[in-house]
Nanobody, 117 residues
Framework: VQLVESGGGAVQAGGSLSLSCTASGFPFGTTFDTYPMAWYRQAPGKEREPVAVITSKADKIVYADSVKGRFTCSRDNAKNTIYLRMNNLKPEDTAVYYC???????WGQGTQVTVSS
C-alpha cells in the first residue's frame, strides 16, 4: 500500500491547515473503501500518537482528546483520500503527521506541521 500525505506547512498559533492522504496499491480484491484509516503524529522526542481514526464508511470517527473540537477527519472513497482539517492550531500540535491503514500497518512518509506561538 502506498500512502502519500500532503498539505503540511508552518502557521502561527490560531491558524488552520488541511492535510490530505491519497492511498493506492491495496491487496488484490480489496479497495480503499473497505479499510478504516487513521492519522497519527509524532512530535520531536515523543512517541507517535493517534490523532483520528475513521471507519471505512465514515460512520464513526474517533479523535484524540487533545484535538477534539479543533480537528476534523473526513474521507472521499471515490478519490481514495482522507483529510484532516486542523483549526485553532497550537504550538503543541507541531509534529510530523502520518497517514495510516491500521489493519495493514501501512504508513505514509509524513508531512511536517509547525505551529509558532
Amino acid at each position: 500500500v502506498q500512502l502519500v500525505e500532503s498539505g503540511g506547512g508552518a502557521v502561527q498559533a490560531g491558524g488552520s491547515l488541511s492535510l490530505s492522504c491519497t492511498a493506492s496499491g491495496f491487496p488484490f480484491g480489496t479497495t480503499f473503501d473497505t479499510y478504516p484509516m487513521a492519522w497519527y503524529r509524532q512530535a520531536p522526542g515523543k512517541e507517535r500518537e493517534p490523532v483520528a481514526v475513521i471507519t471505512s464508511k465514515a460512520d464513526k470517527i474517533v479523535y484524540a482528546d487533545s484535538v477534539k473540537g479543533r480537528f476534523t477527519c473526513s474521507r472521499d472513497n471515490a478519490k481514495n483520500t482522507i483529510y484532516l482539517r486542523m483549526n485553532n492550531l497550537k504550538p503543541e500540535d507541531t509534529a510530523v503527521y502520518y497517514c495510516n491503514v491500521p489493519t495493514l500497518a501501512a504508513w505514509g512518509q509524513g508531512t511536517q506541521v509547525t505551529v509558532s506561538s
